[in-house]
């Protein structure tokens, strides 16, 4: 009899399949887990990369402002370029070359962690208006690179002050209550009163906004826009200047008089003088200076700093004249101007008498932060340079006399170049 085996027994041999089903089962599980795992991670840091990358591209962005505000507001094509790279946030950005040709073509790096974002952009100053002045019968003069030019202003009464909250709102204020709007197309003029002579006009940092203008009717006058004309507010005595370091601003005027605005009321203050003044500017809420008429052989002189009183600082000098207006960029760069085109300047350490820069009076200077220029301007319509160095006089095309001047874009504002091209680099 023959008797058939079987080896392992059936039943053995189906375990020993279910077993081995399992064990080949849960290795592909975690084949798969482990897969999962590394595709996770790689999708982790290309989502990383990828944000690093997007903010690299914003520094160089960030950059190409930079360099067009500088060069807008004359720093020259050829100095553009940056020694180091300088922190913007969590990366850094750097022009690092320049070429000028037809237009100004500059190479900017942004970096974040290890991207890199390298844009070539092509500047053109043809259309950058880097300064307004203003002056008497409806004059207004725009300043693209070193020229001056008039555009219409739709009146022939006097300009007596223009102030750009940024590249494309200004206002400039004049006799007989006009008021002139700059949105960056062209100047609309209108009427407010015609029994208020206004003086000067200014806003907030960038908030074009927040603006005070004031002048005189009988007495004082000011009005307030955050997007309309406020109605008028009346001072003691007539205003001839005004400055708005902050959302605090501070005018000046007639026989010493001060006075400060701030949560939507005037508060008188205290300037420590009698004389007339005509010129105030102010670093900060707590910092201004402010000129006037002279006083024998002294120049006249206001500071406010630190606190909530003001101290009358005289200056002596057979050369002393009244001062009409005062600028500062920077507590050592700080300049006031006057009758027979006499300047003083102040370099931190206090002011001392510069000099003549004109044999007209001066009636306006303005300072910007971005490169510690500034601008003068006055009667038959003279117009001077400062470039760190010396100035140098510039020809407006006007003979009339120029009130008041202001760089486009103010403290931190934008004066802009024309962007004619870009492109990105791909290494």
């Not at 053995?12 to 798969?32: E, Y």
């Not at 320049?98 to 942004?110: D, E, F, M």
């Not at 006058?221 to 997007?227: C, E, Q, S």
Request: with cysteine; proline share 1%; net charge negative.
């Amino acid at each position: 009899m023959c008797v058939q085996q079987h080896w392992p027994p059936a039943n053995s041999q189906r375990g020993s399949v279910s077993i081995v089903a399992l064990l080949l089962l849960a290795l592909i599980v975690m084949s798969m887990l482990v897969k999962t795992i590394l595709v996770s991670d790689v999708g982790i840091n290309d989502t990383l990369n990828l944000d690093d990358s997007i903010k690299a591209m914003f520094l160089a962005e960030s950059t190409v402002e930079r360099a067009s505000w500088n060069y807008a507001n004359s720093v020259a094509c050829a100095s553009l370029p940056e020694a180091s790279a300088i922190a913007l946030g969590s990366g850094t950005g750097q022009v690092t070359a320049a070429v000028l040709g037809t237009n100004c073509q500059i190479t900017v790096v942004g970096n974040v962690n290890s991207a890199v974002r390298t844009l070539q952009v092509e500047l053109n100053l043809s259309s950058a208006v880097s300064a307004w002045a203003v002056g008497k019968d409806g004059v207004i003069l725009q300043r693209v690179g070193t020229t001056w030019s008039a555009v219409a202003s739709g009146t022939t009464e006097d300009f007596k002050g223009v102030f750009c909250a940024n590249s494309s709102n200004c206002f400039a204020v004049g006799k007989k209550g006009i008021v002139s709007s700059w949105s960056g197309g062209a100047w609309s003029t209108s009427v407010i009163d015609s029994d208020e002579d206004y003086e000067d006009v200014a806003c907030a940092p960038n908030n074009p906004n927040y603006c005070v203008l004031v002048g005189k009717d009988d007495d004082g006058v000011a009005r307030f826009w955050n997007g309309a004309w406020s109605g008028v507010m009346l001072l003691a005595e007539d205003l001839k200047s005004v400055a708005c370091p902050t959302t605090t601003c501070y005018a000046v005027g007639k026989d010493g008089f001060g006075s400060r605005y701030q949560s939507s009321a005037w508060n008188t203050e205290n300037l420590s003088t009698s004389e007339d003044m005509n010129g105030v500017d102010c670093l900060s809420a707590s910092n201004c200076w402010a000129v006037g008429k002279k006083q024998g052989n002294n120049f006249t002189f206001a500071e406010r700093s630190g606190s909530t009183t003001w101290t009358e600082i005289t200056v002596s000098s057979t050369a002393k004249q009244d001062l009409n207006d005062v600028s500062c960029s920077a507590a050592s760069n700080c300049w006031a101007v006057g009758k027979n085109g006499r300047a003083l300047r102040n370099t931190g350490s206090g002011w001392s008498y510069y000099g003549a820069i004109s044999s007209r009076e001066l009636e306006g200077v303005d300072c910007v932060a971005s490169d510690n220029t500034c601008l003068a301007v006055g009667k038959n319509g003279v117009a001077y340079y400062w470039d760190g160095s010396a100035w140098a006089a510039e020809t407006t095309g006007t003979t009339e006399t120029l009130e008041s001047v202001h760089y486009v874009g103010g403290s931190g504002g934008a004066g802009g170049a024309s962007i004619v091209s870009w492109r990105e680099i791909i290494n």
